[in-house]
C-alpha cells in the first residue's frame, strides 16, 4: 500500500491557490504520472484546436461588440475592450474545458481515486478498471448534472453582458467571479463522486468553505486564460482539489 504523500512535518495548503500548487507537484508524484496523461492529452488537443479559432476571429468579434455602444458612451470602448477580450477568453476557456471534462471524466475520476490512494493510503471502494468502465454512465450524467447547474446562470450573464455600458462592464466581472466558482465545482466533484457524494451535498460543502473554493477556482480559471498554460490545467486541477478533498471535506462525508 502506498504511503501518504503528505507527512507531519509538511502541513497541507491553506489556501486555494495553494492547492492549486500543489496539484502541480503532486502530478509529477511516482505511482501518478502515467493516470495523467489522458486527461493531459485530452486536454492538449481541444484547448489547441478552440485556442487557434479564438484567437483568429476575437478581433472581429471585439469589433462587433464595441460597435453596439452608443456614441455618447464612445469614451468607455477604452475601459472596456480589456474587459470583453477577458470574458471571451474566459467564456471559450470555460466551454472547452467543460467539453474536455466530459471526455475526460472517467480518466479524471480514475486520476483522482488514485491520488487520494496515495495522500491517505485509502480510496474508494469498488475503484477497479471494471468498475470505472461500468460507471461511465453515472461519471457522465453527474456532467450532465453540473452542466445544468451551469446553463441557466451562463445565459443570464451573457444577457447581462448584451446590455449596453452597464452590463458589459459589470457582465466581465461577474463572469469571473461566476466561473471562478464553476471551476472549484467541476474539479472538486470529481473525489466528491468517488464516494458517491451527492451534488448538493458537495455545493454546500464548498459554500461552507468560500474562500478556499474560490481562490483555487478563481486560480484555475486564470491559468485556463493564458495560452500554454491551460493545456495543463486539468490534471493539475483535479489533483489540487483531490487535495482539498483528503484536507478539508472527506472528513464531513
Not at 491520488?115 to 450524467?141: A, Y
Not at 470529481?190 to 478563481?218: C, E, Q, W
Amino acid at each position: 500500500m502506498s504511503s501518504p504523500a503528505y507527512s507531519s512535518s509538511t502541513p497541507p495548503p491553506k489556501s486555494g491557490f495553494g492547492y492549486f500548487i500543489y496539484g502541480a507537484q503532486l502530478c509529477f508524484q511516482p505511482g501518478i504520472r502515467r493516470f495523467v496523461i489522458l486527461p493531459l492529452l485530452t486536454n492538449i488537443i481541444l484547448f489547441g484546436g478552440s485556442l487557434y479559432y479564438l484567437y483568429s476571429n476575437m478581433s472581429a468579434w471585439l469589433e462587433s461588440w464595441l460597435g453596439t455602444i452608443p456614441d455618447m458612451f464612445s469614451w468607455l470602448s477604452y475601459l472596456l475592450l480589456p474587459l470583453l477580450g477577458l470574458t471571451i477568453i474566459a467564456t471559450f476557456s470555460y466551454f472547452f474545458s467543460t467539453v474536455a471534462n466530459w471526455i475526460a471524466a472517467p480518466f479524471n475520476g480514475l486520476l483522482a481515486e488514485k491520488l487520494e490512494i496515495q495522500l491517505t493510503g485509502q480510496g474508494p471502494d469498488d475503484m477497479s478498471l471494471f468498475s470505472l468502465i461500468k460507471d461511465t454512465p453515472r461519471i457522465l450524467h453527474r456532467e450532465w448534472i453540473k452542466l445544468k447547474y451551469y446553463l441557466p446562470k451562463a445565459i443570464g450573464l451573457f444577457i447581462l453582458l448584451l446590455i449596453p455600458a452597464l452590463g458589459q462592464t459589470l457582465g466581465p466581472i461577474l463572469w469571473f467571479i461566476f466561473s471562478a466558482w464553476m471551476m472549484a465545482i467541476q474539479y472538486c466533484d470529481y473525489p466528491f463522486d468517488n464516494h458517491k457524494v451527492t451534488f448538493p451535498k458537495m455545493r454546500n460543502d464548498l459554500k461552507a468553505d468560500k474562500m478556499t473554493a474560490y481562490s483555487f477556482g478563481g486560480t484555475v480559471a486564470l491559468c485556463t486564460m493564458i495560452p500554454v498554460v491551460n493545456l495543463f490545467i486539468m490534471p493539475v486541477a483535479v489533483c489540487g482539489a483531490t487535495a482539498m478533498w483528503v484536507d478539508r471535506y472527506k472528513s464531513l462525508n
